[in-house]
């Protein structure tokens, strides 16, 4: 299954995001494959506001285990966490 996950940061954590990323960055690299897409969201101005995911998990229960250690959750950077089923067809351009 396929879930985007969208991960807004809580205000004035952009310090703290920069703090936690290179734990966060290890914790996407290891997790490979199940990473469709990733990157920030950003606010008018060009700043970190949260991240944007499309991740591959066999169910909705895998993804929340993820999701309760990754890195930004834990140190409590993502403040709201918006995840939808998704059905991924086209990825850089061709059928998936």
Known sequence: MQF???AYDGEDMLEKRMEVRPRHL???KALGKQIIVA????DEEGKMKGSALVMEFENRAALEM???SEPYVVENVWQKIEVE???VVLVNGEKR
């Open 4 to 6: 985007l996950v969208k």
């Open 26 to 28: 290890e914790g996407m």
């Open 39 to 42: 990157g920030g969201l950003l």
């Open 66 to 68: 993820y999701l309760e």
């Open 85 to 87: 089923t998704m059905n």
